[in-house]
C-alpha cells in the first residue's frame, strides 16, 4: 500500500536539521557540515551496511515528492528571475513530480531525467491530493526542510518517518520536532539500529 513518508531525514543529536544562516555558499547553514557525511560514505564505491542499505531504500517505490522552497534554493521573497532551478543541477536525482510549497508559485518546468517542478501556494491536503495522483499508486516522500514535515505532521497526514540521528549538537536552527502541538502523540518508534556513523530510527503512525 502507497505511503507518505520521511525518509533519510537526517537530525543532530539535538534535533536540529539545519543551523542557522542557510545560504548560498551553505544550504544548511552554519555549524552542520558534517551532518550528512554518513550519506556521502554511504554512496561510495563498493559501500554496505546498514547506512549503504538505507540510501538505496531512497526513491524505491517512491512517485512524488514535497519540499519547502527554503530546500529548493535560497532564494526568498518574489522571483527576481527564474533562472534558478534548483540545487541539483540539469538532472536533479527525483526522477518524478517534485511539487514545491511557496508564497510566490511560478511555472512548473521539466528537468532531464524526469522530473519536472511545480511551485504552489496552497494548503498541505491540496498539494498532497497533487503528489499522490502524480505518483500513480507510489509513495509520496516529504523531503523538508523541517518546517515542511512540522506541516504534515500537525496535519496527520504522514504515515511513516525514516530519521537519520548523526553525533552532532548545533544547538541552534531548525529543529525538527518543534511546533508540533501533541502530533508526535499518534507515532511510535517501532525501529533504532546504529551504524558507527549514525542511528536510524523509524517511526509510525499508530
Known amino acids: 500500500m502507497a505511503k507518505v513518508r520521511v525518509h533519510n531525514f537526517t537530525i543532530t543529536l539535538d534535533g536540529f536539521s539545519a543551523g542557522v544562516n542557510q545560504r548560498m555558499d551553505a544550504p544548511f547553514g552554519d555549524g552542520v557540515d558534517k551532518l550528512h557525511d554518513w550519506m556521502f560514505a554511504a554512496q561510495e564505491n563498493n559501500a554496505t551496511g546498514i547506512d549503504a542499505e538505507r540510501i538505496g531504500r531512497w526513491n524505491e517505490s517512491v512517485g512524488a515528492t514535497i519540499m519547502g522552497r527554503n530546500m529548493f534554493g535560497p532564494i526568498r521573497g518574489e522571483w527576481e528571475d527564474e533562472s534558478w532551478k534548483g540545487w541539483w543541477g540539469d538532472n536533479p536525482p527525483y526522477h518524478h513530480d517534485v511539487f514545491v510549497h511557496t508564497h510566490h508559485p511560478r511555472e512548473s518546468f521539466p528537468m532531464e531525467g524526469g522530473t519536472t517542478f511545480h511551485f504552489y501556494d496552497e494548503p498541505v491536503e491540496k498539494v498532497l491530493e497533487r503528489a499522490v495522483e502524480a505518483a500513480k499508486g507510489k509513495d509520496v516522500v516529504i523531503a523538508g526542510g523541517a518546517a515542511t514535515v512540522q506541516q504534515y505532521l500537525r496535519a496527520g497526514l ?35 539500529v546504529s551504524s558507527p556513523a549514525v542511528t536510524h530510527v523509524t517511526l509510525r503512525r499508530r
Open 158 to 192: 504522514i504515515d511513516e518517518l525514516n530519521l537519520v540521528v548523526a553525533p552532532l549538537l548545533v544547538g541552534a536552527g531548525e529543529r525538527l520536532f518543534d511546533n508540533l502541538e501533541d502530533a508526535l502523540g499518534n507515532y511510535e518508534v517501532t525501529e533504532m
